[in-house]
T-cell receptor
């Protein structure tokens, strides 16, 4: 019954490694997002995809690469992890992009710790 | 650029009492939406209430209501009859026509018995 799921929920890794976070939604939504929440709880959008097409790409290092194999999935791959990448990453989805007034449904978050 | 400002890092309220969270924003868009999301200790982001900028009537959802002052670009949240389960971080958010959410810094609500 989980609407938006993320795996893993916790990820601890060494600097320099490459890791992926997976996101799946079973709501039939067209649009998916990635957000980053830092240690002060500040949330910032990173990417959004609409029907597998990249719509929003904020100022994010090239080491972060989203991939949307289909409408229900939006994965986040991070290369050469740095200490500053430690944060909670949230995936979200909404029914459609148009108008921007649609509720976004969030996943449970993935806490990434880079040592 | 859009900005959202929450000037209260923390607010404390007793059970059954009322608390109001402040939020101001700035946007150049004529069509936008405002939301309040809550994030309890579980980390899950939950929508509390939504307001369309073109609607003059303030939105209400049970014990939650907003005071939307478009000219002043103000969007405050009132929690009435506060309950222990209301304890959470509350984020004021603004979304543009692309669905990009701009979050405020958050206000931590502490509910005391």
């Amino acid at each position: 019954d989980t609407a938006v799921s993320q795996t893993p929920k916790y990820l601890v890794t060494q600097m320099g490694n490459d890791k992926s976070i997976k996101c799946e939604q079973n709501l039939g939504h067209d649009t998916m997002y990635w957000y980053k929440q830092d240690s002060k709880k500040f949330l910032k959008i990173m990417f959004s995809y609409n029907n597998k097409e990249l719509i929003i790409n904020e100022t994010v290092p090239n080491r972060f690469s989203p991939k949307s194999p289909d409408k229900a999935h939006l994965n986040l791959h991070i290369n050469s992890l740095e200490l500053g990448d430690s944060a909670v990453y949230f995936c979200a989805s909404s029914q459609q992009l148009a108008g921007g007034g649609n509720e976004q449904f969030f996943g449970p978050g993935t806490r990434l710790t880079v040592l | 650029a859009q900005t959202v400002t929450q000037s209260q890092p923390e607010m404390s309220v007793q059970e059954a009492e009322t608390v109001t969270l402040s939020c101001t924003y700035d946007t150049s868009e004529s069509d936008y939406y405002l939301f309040w999301y809550k994030q309890p200790p579980s980390r899950q982001m939950i929508l509390v209430i939504r307001q369309e900028a073109y609607k003059q009537q303030n939105a209400t959802e049970n014990r939650f209501s907003v005071n939307f002052q478009k000219a002043a670009k103000s969007f405050s949240l009132k929690i009435s009859d506060s309950q222990l389960g209301d304890a959470a971080m509350y984020f004021c958010t603004l979304t543009d026509s692309w669905g990009k959410l701009q979050f405020g810094a958050g206000t931590q609500v502490v509910v005391t018995p």
